[in-house]
Structures are given as structure tokens and as C-alpha cells.
Nanobody
Framework: VQLQASGGGLVQTGGSLRLACVAS????????LGWYRQTPGKQRELVAV???????NYADSAKGRFTVSRDNAKNTVSLQMDSLKPEDTAVYYC?????????WGQGTLVTVSS
């Protein structure tokens, strides 16, 4: 499975960004798609996940500000990020978690300026 992420960039505090990730290859249902993020010197942390049946879960830091969605027909997952804060600055990674396998996409950098 290959994952291609896009949509990162520079935004001011309070602004919005939308990340997108396209999965291709041997994709089987059910599966979980989602996003992690990582800042230098810290472990990668889970941001949001969504199942094939469209059940979503969020890290506490993302609740109320971020919305994860997916299109099962297109094998895409998106992350709408609103009310961004400087502490949201990180490299964001999408992932695919199948029944027997797990894949990362390449990261996309999100920078929130204060």
C-alpha cells in the first residue's frame, strides 16, 4: 500500500488547513485510515482515525477543532484542521491499518505561526 499526503503549509494562529491522503495498492476492507503527527524530539502521536464504517476518534488535542473524513470509493482520508494553534505545528503522517498490515505515508509539514 502506498499513501500520498498533501495539504501542509504555513498558516497563522486561528487559521485552517485541510490535509488529504490517497491510498493505493492492495487495500482491503475493513481498515482504518488516519493521521499521526510528530515534532522534533517527541514521539509520533495519534491525531485522528476513521474506520471503514466511518467511525471517527480523536486525540483530546484535536477534539472540537479537527475533523477526519474518508471516501471509501476513492481510498482517501482527509483532515480538516480549524482554529489552529502554534502547538499544532508538526509533520503530519497519514496511515493505513489493515487487518494484517500497516503503512505510513510520507509526512506533510504544518506550521502554525503565532
Amino acid at each position: 500500500v502506498q499513501l500520498q499526503a498533501s495539504g501542509g503549509g504555513l498558516v497563522q494562529t486561528g487559521g485552517s488547513l485541510r490535509l488529504a491522503c490517497v491510498a493505493s495498492g492492495n487495500i482491503f476492507s475493513p481498515n482504518i485510515l488516519g493521521w499521526y503527527r510528530q515534532t522534533p524530539g517527541k514521539q509520533r502521536e495519534l491525531v485522528a482515525v476513521i474506520t471503514t464504517s466511518l467511525v471517527a476518534n480523536y486525540a483530546d488535542s484535536a477534539k472540537g477543532r479537527f475533523t477526519v473524513s474518508r471516501d471509501n470509493a476513492k481510498n482517501t482520508v482527509s483532515l480538516q484542521m480549524d482554529s489552529l494553534k502554534p502547538e499544532d505545528t508538526a509533520v503530519y503522517y497519514c496511515f493505513y491499518n489493515g487487518r494484517f498490515d500497516f503503512y505510513w505515508g510520507q509526512g506533510t509539514l504544518v506550521t502554525v505561526s503565532s
